[in-house]
């Protein structure tokens, strides 16, 4: 995992489970965990997390915004698929090493009414159209998805 993606995921942790009202005190809270982080970098994993100042009873709070983190986990999971094939029944999706599993609980949460469910390995996802009809429609959805193609959550394919 490089060391921006171990960043962002303590980010999020803190974001969590700690009550952040500006940016210094997270600058503080990374540097006693020996992370070493600018003001300039920490304005840029917010934009790419989604995070957002909410005001609350306590005052000002940073949260990461479900639907901002939505879309930062759609352009991952694009980026762990290798490939995508299809016979006249079933559909395999090829994934980078150890994220099959990450990407066909994606597709399961998708809630997509032309999938019945996957099966995952280590790299290898079987996808089960609810009909043949619908292969091509859901391989064309795994394609948008390798190429970065948002917002498959609101968008009917």
């Given at each position: 995992?490089?060391?921006?993606?171990k960043?962002?995921?303590?980010i999020?942790?803190?974001?969590?489970?700690?009550f952040?009202?500006s940016?210094?005190?997270?600058?503080?809270a990374l540097?006693?965990?020996?992370?070493?982080?600018?003001q300039?970098?920490?304005?840029?994993?917010f934009?790419?997390?989604g995070?957002?100042?909410v005001f609350?009873?306590g005052g000002?709070r940073?949260?990461?915004?479900?639907?901002?983190?939505?879309?930062?986990?759609?352009r991952?999971?694009?980026?762990?698929i290798?490939?995508?094939?299809?016979?006249?029944?079933?559909i395999i999706i090829?994934?980078?090493?150890?994220?099959?599993q990450?990407?066909?609980?994606?597709?399961?949460r998708?809630?997509?009414?032309e999938?019945?469910?996957?099966v995952?390995?280590d790299?290898t996802?079987?996808?089960i159209?609810n009909?043949i009809?619908n292969?091509?429609?859901?391989?064309?959805?795994i394609k948008m998805?390798?190429?970065?193609?948002?917002?498959?959550?609101k968008?009917?394919?």
């Amino acid at each position: 995992m490089s060391a921006k993606v171990k960043r962002q995921q303590r980010i999020k942790e803190i974001l969590n489970y700690k009550f952040i009202s500006s940016h210094d005190d997270l600058l503080k809270a990374l540097h006693k965990e020996n992370y070493e982080v600018t003001q300039a970098t920490l304005s840029r994993d917010f934009a790419e997390l989604g995070v957002i100042r909410v005001f609350t009873d306590g005052g000002v709070r940073y949260v990461i915004n479900a639907n901002e983190s939505g879309k930062q986990i759609e352009r991952l999971i694009g980026f762990e698929i290798v490939s995508v094939e299809h016979n006249e029944s079933l559909i395999i999706i090829r994934t980078l090493a150890g994220r099959a599993q990450g990407v066909a609980h994606y597709i399961d949460r998708l809630n997509k009414k032309e999938i019945l469910g996957t099966v995952a390995g280590d790299d290898t996802v079987i996808v089960i159209p609810n009909t043949i009809q619908n292969i091509s429609t859901v391989v064309d959805m795994i394609k948008m998805m390798m190429a970065g193609i948002p917002s498959l959550r609101k968008n009917k394919i």
